[in-house]
Structure formats: structure tokens, C-alpha cells
């Protein structure tokens, strides 16, 4: 499946998918420990961009080669990946 077909397909879904994340293998925190439910995903510009429940957001460039079904979201190409969250435990950022 390509990026702008599986963009479309989350969008129409009535209920949005969700699970636990890992990235080149590697889990997110502790295995299955962590639940993102994904809210909003589109496709511009070659970057696949997931918005999660928690206030995450995933950026994948270029995706390719993806698999999509009731059990698992499986992308096997892309050229970069960004992952951006909240920090954890309540600490705020200070500006130096």
C-alpha cells in the first residue's frame, strides 16, 4: 500500500486505529506497555504524518512498502522518521 492511499484509509475509518509503537525493531518504553490511538493522519509533500491521543505526532518521509490491516501498521521503507512528544513526568523545559 503507498502513503497517500493508507492516509485515506485511516481518514475514513469510523474507529481509528491504535497499538504500541516500535521503530527499526526497538520498542517505544517497555513492550505493549505504552497505547497510541491514532486521531488524525494525512499525507502532503512525501510525509506521512500521524497525530495520536496523547498529543504525539509521527512524521515518516517517503514511506513505502506498507502493510495495513486489523492487526498491525507495518512500514518497511522510508527515508527519515520523526517521533515528537511531551516530556515525561511533568518537567517543563527551562530556557537557557
Known amino acids: 500500500m503507498k ?3 493508507l492516509s ?3 481518514t475514513n475509518l469510523d474507529v481509528k486505529p491504535g497499538g504500541t509503537l516500535r521503530f527499526y525493531g526497538n520498542w517505544l518504553g517497555r513492550p505493549y506497555d505504552n ?3 491514532i486521531l488524525e493522519c494525512s499525507f502532503n ?3 506521512l504524518h500521524l497525530k495520536f491521543d496523547a498529543g504525539e505526532q509521527l512524521k515518516i518521509w517517503n514511506a513505502n ?5 486489523a492487526k498491525e501498521l507495518l512500514i518497511y521503507e522510508s527515508t527519515c522518521v520523526e517521533f515528537i512528544r511531551y516530556p515525561y513526568g511533568g518537567h517543563k523545559q527551562k530556557k537557557i
Open 65 to 69: 512498502k506498507i502493510v495495513f490491516n
Open 45 to 47: 509533500d512525501e510525509i
Open 8 to 10: 485515506k484509509t485511516i
Open 3 to 5: 502513503a497517500e492511499k
Open 35 to 37: 497505547y497510541h490511538k
